[in-house]
């Protein structure tokens, strides 16, 4: 039991837990505040695996702007309390047993994988730094970078559109 | 860090059926989506694990911009997303999902 | 199409086919310009169109002369299927070209006085617009027996035979809405086609028997056949030969199928003298000649032909005692001496036969034309008296003439020539070649003999009778006494007959046998025969005795209007039965003729009408079919096909509505159908 493999198996007991604290919970704000945790227990993963920029970016991006933009918008609608499972009573039994059977079936195949199980071979602390991340993302990948920032504006405009009051009906 | 990446691939594939079962039991829409989103995220995990796997190569950067292109597009479509959840709750009054069912035959 | 290198013997004989197209032409002429240009016109196309022919029959004679073993000259492959191989080809060789020059030759004359005779029968009968009709009809007739006489096989013979047939009938029934009951003369002629056919029937069987046998329809091969294998295949020789008679009977009147001749004097007298005295009635005599090689094996065929010959000949002549139809007693004296010519034939005598038949043609054909200007002469006679018209009057009736030597002198003595020459007298043809077939039936058949030599007598006796009752003593009819003599180009053709006639003999004059060493060429084994003194003195004698008998009754105290003929006392119910052909007719009427048509009537009425329309129609098979579409309409759509088109629909229905309950309408079930089907997949691939 090495102190790696302790503190990842912490993070991964946090990082589901607050998963199904989210799914359980009633409260839509709580929901969200659960999910946060989650992306952050999985930010220091993303650390743990060599990945600082993004997990930097995780925590920027998905917990700071997203999360944000959720509790915008539930707070906006208002939350209204309202039983799990609902009109329908057999959808959520036969969910939670076919979502294990899943869970289950991801195990397996995973937990087998000849190439995953091997030791890890050392790297730099180049590897994923910003820098190196930078001299893929601008030579190889540049025509999707431009594109990603086309649809960024596509989604501002739409949902602008979308969400625009239509006061001239209202006469 | 000498964790061996079958795991943290176990990890993401839990995090993925936990966030199925969350579209599947709730109703409202906002928490379904934000259950779209732990999905989402349990892919990039995956993504990094793999990228850590395939070592000092440096194709294997490959999957850390992979994951950054994910969380742009996630951000886009959240956007939209909720925008859209706005427009029908101005119509319809609730965001439950089950009220959403004029398709039934 | 004509081949002329493969014509051996040379150019001459490259001609022949023209034998053939020429009346064809001339018919074909008549048919588009005949009626526009008039009575001489066609006339003299249709006799030019024979005239022509007969010169290239002398070519032919001709080209002979230095080739006498003949050629064959193809014209086209007609039939060539299998083993079965028929050419179209024309043979000429000595015994063809004998029967060409006879026919062509007689058919000039006899054209050229039908010019004559046509344009006043015409009027008599009258109809003037069917002038060209008759010449079409009587080229298309030459035409056709040239086919059968230059015929290289069987079966091109048979197309000849057909055709003269089909002539025959045509003019027989000439004039179709006259004759008894306004049929009479279309009922002669289908008399004679259906008797004709039932002779075509043994012709044809012949030829299957021939070809099945032999393999093949030439001549050439047949005889070659018979020659190799004939004696082996007895029976099948016996058979064929036995068929190829009955068409001979049929086509030539011979007993039992002579039936027709008699009523197919309904015809214009050219056609009886062309057709039924000259030409078509000697197919037959000429096919069994042509076949001689079968019939000198097949032994009791030739028998039976001989016989059959001469019992005719006794037969036909007791008829023509007692007729008083001048047309009649002529078509009985043909049918008489026809059977002449088939006991020549049938004991051998080949050339006797064929001698007699061309001498034959050239009196007999003299004889009926003169009879046609006998009768044309009592008409114009008729048509003279004032009260003449309006009375029923038959200008054919012997007992009606009387006394026309002074008034038709060229008539009278070409007719008294005819008579004489075929009762037998020398040194006129008729004695030459009677005597030759008397001479030749004594040293081989005396049964044959002696009833030819009967029949002979008696030939010699009618003759006589004719001869006094229509020229001499008193006009009998007021008709008979204003008769006239006919225009030269009706008189014309008879002198050249008559002078035929006369000179004919010197065909075959003992001695200087010309015709057997002609036709020796062609027809193997034939030997001249020795002059009998015997025999003939005896023919001689026994006509002039004849001739006396005929004056002593006839001629010594003539007849007068109205007197019953003196035969009548003397012979009592055998003049009865003499003149009424023996009732021949009335004895195939009652076993053939009214069995067929009961026959008939029955099914048509019970079989055909009754029992097929009426009860097996309306009942049978319109109730069933109404009863069946009942039961389809109602039954079988409304409850079935209704039922299972329904069904359809309301199966669809049902499995709609269980099926509706699949489509919830809430988002979140569909999304767990996809689970679901993700799931199946993943364990697929993991444990499948």
């Known amino acids: 039991m090495t102190i790696d493999l302790v503190l990842f198996l912490g993070l991964t007991l946090i990082a589901v837990a607050a998963a199904i604290a989210m799914i359980v919970s009633r409260n839509a704000i709580y929901s969200a505040l659960f999910l946060v945790l989650n992306f952050l227990t999985v930010a220091t993963l993303y650390l743990l695996l060599n990945a600082a920029f993004i997990a930097i970016v995780q925590i920027t991006v998905y917990a700071g702007a997203i999360m944000v933009l959720f509790l915008f918008v539930i707070m906006l609608l208002g939350t209204e309390r309202e039983s799990i499972g609902g009109g329908i009573r057999w959808q959520m039994p036969v969910a939670i047993v076919l979502g294990l059977g899943l869970a289950g079936e991801l195990a397996y195949i995973l937990m087998r994988n000849d190439i995953a199980q091997g030791p890890l071979a050392d790297l730099s602390a180049e590897f994923g730094s910003p820098a190196s991340i930078g001299r893929v993302l601008f030579s190889e990948y540049i025509v999707p970078f431009e594109v990603t920032s086309i649809l960024l504006l596509v989604a501002m405009i739409g949902a602008i559109v979308i969400t625009r009051m239509q006061r001239r009906e209202n006469k | 860090m000498n964790i061996p990446p079958a795991y943290v691939l176990t990890l993401s594939g839990i995090l993925f059926a936990l966030g199925i079962i969350g579209v599947l039991i709730r109703r409202n829409a906002i928490v379904i989506f934000m259950s779209i989103e732990l999905m989402l995220n349990s892919a990039n995990l995956a993504l990094i694990a793999s990228a850590r796997m395939f070592g000092p190569a440096v194709e294997a950067l490959r999957g850390h911009v992979f994951v950054f292109f994910v969380i742009a597009v996630a951000a886009a479509e959240v956007a939209v997303g909720l925008a859209l959840i706005v427009a029908i709750f101005r119509s319809k009054e609730s965001i439950d999902v089950d009220e959403v069912s004029s398709l039934r035959g | 199409m004509i081949l002329l290198e493969t014509v051996q013997g040379g150019g001459l004989f490259s001609y022949a086919p023209l034998i053939i197209a020429l009346p064809i032409l001339g018919l074909i002429t008549n048919i588009i310009f005949g009626r526009r240009f008039g009575e001489r016109f066609v006339g003299l196309v249709a006799s030019g169109a024979v005239a022509l022919a007969f010169v290239i029959a002398i070519m032919q004679f001709l080209a002979l002369q230095a080739f006498p073993e003949g050629s064959t000259i193809p014209i086209a492959e007609w039939i060539s299927i299998g083993r079965l191989s028929v050419p179209w080809s024309i043979k000429v060789d000595t015994l ?68 003269v047939g089909l002539c025959s009938y045509l003019l027989i029934g000439f004039w179709y809405e006259k004759g008894e009951d306004g049929i009479g003369n279309a009922v002669a002629g289908k008399k004679a086609f259906v008797t004709n056919r039932i002779g075509d029937f043994g012709f044809l069987i012949a030829m299957f028997l021939i070809f099945g046998a032999v393999g093949s329809l030439q001549f050439d091969q047949v005889f070659h056949w018979v020659h190799e294998h004939g004696l082996a295949n007895i029976g099948v020789l016996t058979a064929a030969t036995m068929f190829l008679l009955l068409g001979a009977t049929g086509k030539s009147a011979q007993l039992p199928l002579f039936v027709w001749l008699p009523d197919a004097m309904a015809g214009p007298t050219p056609v009886s003298a062309l057709i039924h005295a000259a030409t078509m ?27 059959i010959g001469a019992v005719t000949a006794l037969f036909a002549a007791t008829i023509a005692v007692a007729q008083s139809d001048i047309k009649r007693v002529l078509a009985y004296s043909t049918i008489s001496q026809l059977g002449f010519m088939m006991a020549a034939v049938g004991i051998g005598a080949y050339v006797a036969g064929m001698f007699h038949l061309v001498t034959h043609a050239f009196f007999k054909a003299l004889l009926f034309l003169s009879s046609g200007s006998v009768i044309q002469g009592v008409e114009h006679g008729h048509h003279h008296l004032e009260h003449g018209h309006g009375e029923p009057f038959d200008p054919q009736d012997m007992r009606n003439m009387g006394g026309l030597r002074s008034r038709m002198k060229v008539t009278f003595w070409v007719y008294l020539i005819g008579a004489l020459a075929l009762a037998g007298l020398p040194p006129l043809a008729g004695f030459f070649s009677k005597d030759e077939i008397l ?70 004059i003992p001695g200087i046998h010309a015709l057997t060493d002609w036709l020796e060429h062609t027809i193997a084994h034939v030997h001249a025969t020795e002059f009998n003194v015997l025999v003939a003195g005896l023919s001689v004698l026994f006509a002039l005795i004849a001739i006396g008998f005929s004056w002593l009754l006839y001629g010594r105290r003539t007849l007068e209007e109205g007197e019953p003929d003196p035969l009548r006392r003397i012979l009592g119910p055998i003049f009865v039965g003499m003149e009424n052909k023996w009732w021949i007719d009335e004895l195939y009427d009652f076993l053939f003729i009214r069995p067929y048509i009961a026959i008939s009537w029955f099914l048509a009425d019970v079989v055909d009408w009754r029992f097929w329309h009426d009860w097996f129609h309306d009942s049978v098979l319109g109730s069933a079919y109404r009863n069946g579409s009942r039961w389809l309409a109602w039954v079988f759509d409304l409850r079935v096909i209704d039922g ?19 489509q919830t309408g809430y988002v979140r079930n569909y999304a767990l159908a996809v689970l679901v089907g993700g799931v199946l997949v993943l364990s697929y691939f993991i444990f499948g």
């Open chain 3, 281 to 307: 009635v000697t197919a037959g005599i000429y096919m069994i000649a042509r076949s001689a090689p079968l019939f000198e094996v097949a032994q009791s065929t030739a028998n039976l032909v001989a016989w």
């Open chain 3, 96 to 163: 063809s070209t004998t029967m060409m020059l006879m026919v062509t030759g007689v058919s000039t004359l006899i054209h050229i006085y039908a010019i004559g005779y046509m344009h006043e029968d015409v009027r008599f009968q009258g109809d003037p617009g069917r002038y060209a009709r008759f010449f079409i009809f009587f080229n298309l007739f030459v035409a056709a027996m040239m086919v059968l006489v230059s015929a290289d096989n069987y079966l091109m013979m048979f197309v000849g035979w057909e055709g």
């Open chain 3, 439 to 508: 001479a030749d039936a004594s040293t081989v058949n005396t049964g044959v003999y002696i009833l030819l030599a009967i029949a002979a007598f008696l030939t010699a006796f009618y003759m006589g009778r004719q001869v006094l009752m229509v020229f001499f003593g008193k006009a009998r009819s007021e008709a008979a006494a204003h008769a006239a003599e006919n225009p030269p180009v009706m008189t014309i053709p008879l002198i050249v007959l008559a002078g035929l006639a006369i000179v004919g003999g010197a065909l075959n």
């Open chain 3, 644 to 662: 299972f088109a329904n069904g359809l629909g309301i199966a669809t229905k049902g499995a709609a509505q269980r099926l509706r309950v699949v």
